[in-house]
């Protein structure tokens, strides 16, 4: 994901899809038109009513994101089986709604997010919005199940996004029938993101109080924070494989002004060599049982307690897996240990290079979002503490119920409204 942005570096990403590096003139004639802290009134109707036309096929109901650890769907369940459709794919739905229906789990990584569901009305349709996701290891399982179960007869093209929509196109093609309809990673993390903090005043939060959980377990209040009544601008840090921080300077435009390899695939690939899990829930399970300072050498082990002259307190981390050369702390770190370690040395890692980019760019909200979050409190909250603390109170962290699901659900909404951003 990261090589596949950083072309766009120094650009700008316009939400028409088109990019362009901006003049100033352009700017104000821009700013001019558009006030970006316009709060868009969610009772408005942002999606024209079907008639049949084209926004009436079935392309619409789908939005699919395939990351490199992740593939994660979004699927719009009309509360009417009117969507005119027919034979096969009538049959398709009716499948499709059934099988989603069986079951919270399919096979052994495949999950929906019953707690994440929503009611919503889209393109003039009141349905549902279902949120799957399972490991992008596992996509030959997915065909096999997809083919298996009749779910391949509908739709026949997908809205898509992210590294696998290239990577497995043609076996979508080949093994399903279906086209993949493909849309910029970041344009559709935005555009989801934009589209549920809208529609969900709840959406968006942040910690309350938020302790040092490397060395503490979790505590802290979510307090909800409603986003859209004056947001840019801000910076969303995207947490996957990899990690891309993005500057959001209005509704219409953003811009990658950095990132870092080091994402949750390196947290699970650490967990995977030092303690024999598969899978990142198992590694997350892991690490809440471990204690971090058993690997990680801290400020108070270098000097007695904490360094008050660079506002150091005892338990911030000085060096990460420090103790480990040491032979004696090596055999007393369990595998617990050794992932609380490497979450918090990931962790500590993107939020050290989250507050530099906003303290860079003088701005003082900050969006974590990405699957690397999710189910994941203990980052969640040393993110926090580690904002709250390193920027003493002037920049806080901001986390989303939907983590994951945004990128799927900006590519569908693409072909649902071009113009939702307006």
């Known amino acids: 994901n990261d090589v596949l942005v950083r072309k766009h570096t120094e650009s700008v990403f316009n939400m028409d899809g088109s990019q362009s590096c901006r003049s100033p003139s352009r700017q104000k004639h821009e700013q001019s038109h558009t006030q970006p802290n316009e709060v868009i009134d969610s009772s408005t109707p942002l999606l024209p009513a079907t008639n049949g036309d084209e926004n009436n096929s079935a392309i619409q109901w789908f939005g699919i994101d395939i990351g490199g650890t992740l593939a994660k769907c979004v699927y719009f369940e009309t509360a009417s089986s009117s969507v005119d459709l027919e034979g096969a794919e009538t049959q398709g739905v009716t499948a499709l709604r059934s099988f989603l229906k069986s079951a919270v789990t399919y096979g052994s990584t495949g999950l929906r997010d019953a707690k994440l569901e929503m009611s919503e009305t889209i393109g003039g349709q009141t349905g549902t919005l279902h949120f799957i996701k399972f490991a992008t290891s596992r996509m030959d399982g997915f065909f096999h199940m997809v083919t298996t179960n009749g779910l391949a007869s509908f739709p026949k093209v997908v809205c898509a996004t992210g590294g696998g929509a290239f990577k497995f196109e043609k076996d979508f093609k080949e093994k399903l029938g279906v086209e993949l309809m493909k849309h910029d990673e970041m344009e559709c993390l935005i555009r989801g993101l934009h589209y549920l903090c809208r529609h969900?005043?709840?959406?968006?939060?942040?910690?309350?109080?938020?302790?040092?959980?490397?060395?503490?377990?979790?505590?802290?209040?979510?307090?909800?924070?409603?986003?859209?009544?004056?947001?840019?601008?801000?910076?969303?840090?995207?947490?996957?494989?990899?990690?891309?921080?993005?500057?959001?300077?209005?509704?219409?435009?953003?811009?990658?002004?950095?990132?870092t390899s080091v994402g949750g695939g390196t947290f699970l690939g650490l967990c995977a060599l030092l303690t024999g899990v598969e899978s990142f829930e198992e590694a997350i399970a892991l690490?809440?049982?471990?204690?971090?300072?058993?690997?990680?050498?801290?400020?108070?082990?270098?000097?007695?307690?904490?360094?008050?002259?660079?506002?150091?307190?005892?338990?911030?981390?000085?060096?990460?897996?420090?103790?480990?050369?040491?032979?004696?702390?090596?055999?007393?770190?369990?595998?617990?240990?050794?992932?609380?370690?490497?979450?918090?040395?990931?962790?500590?890692?993107?939020?050290?290079?989250?507050?530099?980019?906003?303290?860079?760019?003088?701005?003082?909200?900050?969006?974590?979002?990405?699957?690397?979050?999710?189910?994941?409190?203990?980052?969640?909250?040393?993110?926090?503490?580690?904002?709250?603390?390193?920027?003493?109170?002037?920049?806080?962290?901001?986390?989303?119920?939907?983590?994951?699901?945004?990128?799927?659900?900006?590519a569908m909404l693409h072909k649902l409204d071009p113009d939702i951003q307006q």
Request: include cysteine; glycine fraction near 12%.
């Open 200 to 259: 969900d005043t709840d959406e968006c939060y942040y910690w309350a109080d938020p302790k040092n959980a490397s060395t503490h377990g979790c505590q802290g209040t979510k307090v909800p924070v409603h986003l859209m009544a004056n947001p840019y601008p801000y910076i969303v840090v995207n947490i996957g494989s990899g990690v891309s921080i993005l500057l959001v300077e209005s509704a219409r435009s953003f811009k990658r002004i950095g990132g």
């Open 287 to 410: 690490a809440s049982g471990g204690d971090g300072s058993k690997v990680d050498k801290l400020v108070r082990d270098i000097y007695g307690g904490g360094y008050e002259r660079l506002g150091l307190s005892g338990d911030v981390v000085a060096s990460s897996f420090g103790h480990m050369p040491n032979p004696e702390r090596r055999a007393e770190a369990s595998k617990e240990d050794l992932a609380r370690a490497s979450l918090v040395t990931v962790t500590n890692n993107i939020g050290a290079i989250a507050r530099l980019s906003a303290s860079i760019s003088g701005v003082e909200r900050v969006l974590f979002v990405g699957n690397y979050l999710c189910g994941n409190e203990m980052s969640m909250q040393m993110l926090a503490y580690a904002m709250e603390y390193w920027s003493q109170g002037s920049i806080k962290a901001l986390f989303l119920k939907h983590e994951g699901y945004f990128g799927a659900l900006g």
